[in-house]
């Protein structure tokens, strides 16, 4: 997220990014995220939501909920079953603060299950096909009918995200 700020950044509009360190509770995670964008949005209004692994599962169910549009990248698709491995002590990537992920959790990412995308138009899915902790065909699967970029190589980090700034704020409307 540190490139797509500056690019941001650089094209004067940097005041419409909001990133939040999201908690680890998917609810909570969630609770965050809407009451921005209901503070920022409001009824009506428009955003587009980035989101990563993780962040893609929950900008899938933020962007159904308020019709809004969405990039998704390298995205969890059913996070519930694919999280399992990770219960217990985990630590947070930027942060270093250690955190526990727990079975509660997981039911909290069940409860955001969206079986069907309304309007898959609205979505960007972006996907690196050596995605080594995600299997990047049930995101293609997941989201056919949306914008698809599926590259061959790369990791879970999505290594081309540089490449793909200004296409992501075209698509946000905000060139």
């Not at 955190?99 to 039911?107: C, L, N, V």
């Not at 699967?141 to 914008?147: E, F, I, K, L, N």
Request: proline share 6%; glycine share 8%.
């Amino acid at each position: 997220m540190r490139a797509l700020a500056a690019r941001m950044a650089e094209r004067g509009c940097a005041d419409q990014l909001i990133c939040p360190q999201l908690p680890a509770s998917p609810a909570t995670a969630i609770a965050l995220a809407d009451s921005i964008i209901r503070e920022k949005v409001g009824a009506g209004g428009t955003a587009t939501l980035v989101g990563s692994s993780l962040g893609g599962y929950y900008a899938t169910h933020l962007a159904e909920k308020h019709r809004l549009k969405a990039v998704l990248v390298n995205p969890a698709v059913v996070a519930a079953i694919q999280l399992e491995p990770y219960l217990g002590p985990q630590t947070w990537l930027y942060s270093g603060e250690p955190f526990e992920f727990t079975r509660q959790h997981i039911d909290e990412l069940r409860a955001l299950e969206i079986p069907v995308l309304a309007d898959p138009s609205r979505y960007w899915l972006l996907v690196e096909e050596g995605d080594e902790t995600l299997d990047y065909r049930q995101a293609v699967d997941r989201y056919a009918g949306a914008r698809q970029t599926v590259l061959p190589g790369g990791d879970h980090s999505f290594t081309r995200w540089d490449d793909y700034l200004d296409e992501i704020l075209a698509f946000a409307g905000l060139t």
